[in-house]
């Protein structure tokens, strides 16, 4: 069918040829006539050999209408007119097209006609003495092979273009090596044949090679059907199918996009238009460079050049466009492509989709680990801090401890010296009374039992001494504070009576507290100490201690060391507990300071006041019961 | 010349020290008695008696310089050991200042207390015998009638009879007679002898011309 076109077309050609010679002078007058009358716009009627909708009529008229309007600086009017001759039968329709087209274009000579597709220029060759008599003639969307040989009228001139089946399977045996079967897709419509011609010439390259399935006597649905159930490895070369064997009409790239869609294997074509609508690739025809080439023409014959002086344009190259969804869909490799093969469609990753999404949910996942990071290290930090500061107190404590120790060393040897004192005397007692006669036995063993009772008390004093000012590791257990304070009491009884100072005490029944012995030992030590400190210049038989213990209202204990002092001058109550505030002249000021922070440590509170008469009274409270209060374990305390 | 025994008094208010210092001092074949406290001591009216203080420097209520200075005006002959735990240099000085004899360090050891205690025991012996001494010069004095004392102060000043004659207004063998008898009852062997006791007499109580 497409051979018994094309020859009469062919004859068609050649006789209009001859017209547009005679015509030529008077075609090429017109613009300059037109210019002459003050810029009357340009006329270019666009004639397209098939329907106006098809895919590819309206990628080369859009491309020209663009080219021309901006290739010159006047107002371009362009008409376009469709043959249809695709889906109809011309022949039926020819001649009343062409009265038509006289009718309507008898008042508007065009300045260039534009003839797009085979059918454009057959029918354009054959009436154009009678439509547009001298008016030259560019055309486009011409398959080479169908110009190759022909003969135009002068005034006619204009670019082909071709189908690349060859660089289309080779392409394909690049991403499909082990291919060994080519499956044909094609319609029956006049450009369907076109292709389908084209493809068979170049698949006799591959005879041998590659086994060919022609599918181009069938129905879409049994094109479809067939592709579905295709072995993968096959190469589906997708022609052109604008009308069915059942005589449906389609658009060929919307047939294209169904049948790709079913296809077990990849689909190649060979026309631009189809890049995106279900092609893995081809060595592809670009019908919008072909409409802007055309157009190029166009516009050097409305500048002046002579049509006749323009020769017929050889094709362009194919463009290796390849589709990278189909890729991943049949997993083909790139990297198989030849170099400067176009990969179109790169599915954006999930990168380019979302990026912002990204980066938003990149950052505040970095800005919450940051706030993570930072509330970690600053945890750390505390601990450390915290650490550090109990290790400080401990530290500060025993210093104080030590300090307090030097103030009582006269006491201490006394101490010491009191059973070191007796055990001597009374060994020596012994050791005389040995050489009288009779032997005092029971004097004698009564020493011995002395001696005994000394030694533990001098091993007790020291004992007690070692608990009270050796670094110890704090340690919490369960106290009864009124022991406690018995114990401290015990202690300084002998400096007290050095200093003539009376101690009073006024012990209540007392809840076990939860604390480290030796630091609350120390800081009722420390209150003691200042208290007879306090009493320095009160008469000797007015100096009196009194150390009280009760619950407090909250079940805790409360301890208060009260003396008859000097009292605290009111300036110095607010910062009394603060380091390095003393009131005494070789006093270092820390000696409150550590009670605070050792009553503090223990959950508990310390004040000092005034009393009413004389002197002063310190009292602090410390939690009850034997549970740590929340913090206070153990090895917090330092 | 002493017919009672020298006690030692021992005050310590500890009383496993003041047990054992006992002991090792009877042991020692001395007189002991203890006291718990100075006050003790002083209200027993103890310090009448003779021997010598072993004292703990510092006890309780009253230590041991405030009772050195209760004794000094109830017995000023008895003499002060003072032990001390700690041996406190401006204590000591003090201490031996106001007439301590010694000034021990406890523990003491068994041979320096002996020889401290009998030290000042020897000390004590030697203040009896002069208070003894003392004692009979002034009971010789009280024997003397008002005009033999006349006498006796002006014989021992160095004046001769002729000078004591006029000053007292007397015959000068009436002054011969009144100095032999002085010199008898004051059983004074030479003029330097009872120039001798005339000082003993005058270091106790000023003797007065009339």
Not at chain 1, 124 to 146: I, K, S
Not at chain 2, 5 to 33: E, K, M
Request: charged share 20%; with cysteine; net charge neutral.
């Amino acid at each position: 069918m497409g051979k018994i076109h094309r020859f009469p077309s062919r004859v068609f050609a050649l006789q209009l040829a001859r017209f547009c010679v005679v015509l030529l002078v008077g075609g090429l007058s017109l613009p300059f006539a037109a210019t002459a009358e003050g810029s009357p716009p340009l006329r270019v009627l666009i004639l397209l050999g098939s329907d106006y909708t098809l895919p590819a009529s309206v990628v080369e008229s859009n491309a020209i209408r663009a080219t021309l309007a901006a290739g010159t600086p006047r107002r371009v009017e362009f008409f376009t007119e469709a043959l249809d001759a695709n889906r109809m039968p011309l022949a039926a329709y020819e001649a009343d097209f062409a009265r038509f087209m006289q009718q309507k274009y008898r008042d508007r000579p065009m300045d260039i006609v534009i003839a797009v597709q085979p059918a454009a220029l057959d029918f354009t060759e054959r009436h154009r003495a009678a439509l547009w008599p001298g008016t030259p003639v560019v055309f486009c969307a011409m398959p080479a092979d169908w110009v190759r040989g022909r003969t135009f009228a002068a005034g006619i001139t204009g670019v082909t273009a071709t189908l690349d089946p060859v660089g289309t399977l080779e392409l394909a045996l690049r991403l499909q090596p082990g291919a060994r079967q080519v499956v044909v897709v094609g319609g029956v419509g006049e450009i369907d044949r076109a292709f389908l011609g084209a493809a068979r010439l170049a698949l006799r390259r591959y005879q041998g090679r590659l086994q060919t399935i022609w599918l181009d006597h069938h129905t879409l649905e049994q094109m479809t059907a067939a592709v579905s159930q295709l072995p993968t490895n096959t190469i589906v070369l997708y022609t052109a199918v604008s009308r069915d064997a059942a005589g449906q009409v389609f658009v060929p790239r919307q047939a294209l996009a169904g049948l790709a869609r079913a296809s077990k294997s990849p689909v190649y074509g060979m026309i631009d238009t189809y890049s995106g609508y279900g092609i893995t690739g081809g060595k592809l025809q670009s019908l919008e460079a072909d409409g802007r080439r055309a157009a190029g023409l166009a516009l050097r014959v409305l500048g002046g050049e002579a049509a006749a002086a323009i020769p017929v344009q050889p094709p362009a190259p194919s463009e290796c466009r390849v589709d990278s969804r189909e890729l991943r869909r049949f997993g083909l490799n790139e990297r198989l492509l030849p170099a400067g093969c176009a990969v179109e469609f790169r599915q954006p990753g999930l990168w380019e989709q979302h990026r912002w999404k990204i980066i938003f949910a990149l950052l505040a996942i970095a800005l919450q680990g940051v706030v993570i990071a930072a509330l970690l290290v600053q945890r750390r930090l505390r601990r450390n801090a915290e650490l550090a500061a109990r290790q400080q107190l401990a530290e500060l404590a025993h210093a104080a401890r030590l300090a307090t120790a030097g103030e009582l060393t006269a006491a201490i040897a006394h101490e010491i010296n009191q059973p070191l004192s007796a055990i001597l005397s009374n060994a020596e007692a012994a050791e005389l009374m040995l050489a009288a006669e009779p032997l005092p036995l029971d004097e004698v063993r009564h020493i011995l039992a002395d001696i005994r009772s000394d030694d533990l008390r001098a091993s007790e004093v020291i004992r007690h001494l070692r608990s009270l000012l050796g670094k110890h590791a704090p340690e919490m257990e369960s106290l009864d504070l009124n022991a406690l304070a018995a114990d401290v009491l015990g202690l300084l009884a002998v400096e007290a009576a050095r200093r003539g100072v009376m101690l009073d005490t006024d012990f209540g029944a007392l809840p076990p507290v939860y604390g480290d012995r030796v630091q609350l030992q120390q800081v009722l030590l420390n209150l003691i100490l200042n208290g007879m400190d306090a009493m320095a210049d009160t008469p000797a038989s007015a100096r009196r201690i009194t150390v009280r213990t009760a619950t407090n209202g909250n079940g805790g204990v409360a301890v208060a060391v009260s003396d008859v002092g000097h009292g605290i001058a009111a300036e110095r109550l607010p910062t009394l507990f603060d380091s390095f505030t003393t009131s005494k002249q070789d006093g270092m000021g820390l000696g409150l300071s550590i009670a605070r922070s050792i009553v503090e440590a223990h959950g508990g509170k310390i004040r000092a006041e005034n009393n009413p008469d004389k002197g002063a009274t310190f009292r602090f409270t410390l939690p009850a019961n034997g549970k740590p209060s929340p913090g206070q374990s153990a090895e917090h305390k330092a | 010349m002493s017919d009672i025994a020298p006690i030692v008094h021992v005050v310590d208010d500890d009383a496993s020290v003041r047990t054992a210092l006992t002991r090792l001092l009877q042991a020692a074949g001395h007189a002991v008695s203890a006291w718990e406290s100075a006050g003790a001591f002083l209200q027993a009216g103890a310090s009448a008696a003779r021997g010598c203080i072993v004292l703990d420097l510092r006890m309780a209520e009253m230590d041991g310089l405030e009772l050195q200075r209760a004794l000094a005006q109830q017995n000023p002959g008895l003499p002060i050991i003072f032990l001390t735990g700690h041996g406190d240099l401006a204590t000591g000085v003090r201490a031996m200042k106001a007439g301590a004899v010694d000034f021990l360090t406890k523990p003491v050891e068994r041979e320096t207390l002996l020889a401290a205690i009998a030290n000042a025991l020897a000390r004590d012996t030697v203040n009896h015998v002069a208070h003894e001494e003392l004692l009979t010069l002034q009971r010789r004095y009280a024997t003397l009638t008002p005009r033999e004392r006349e006498v006796f102060a002006r014989v021992v000043a160095g004046l001769p009879n002729k000078q004591i004659s006029m000053e007292i207004g007397a015959a000068e063998r009436t002054v011969k007679l009144h100095r032999a008898r002085v010199m008898e009852k004051m059983q004074a062997g030479s003029l330097a002898e009872l120039v001798r006791a005339a000082d003993r007499l005058g270091a106790a109580h000023t003797m007065r011309f009339s």
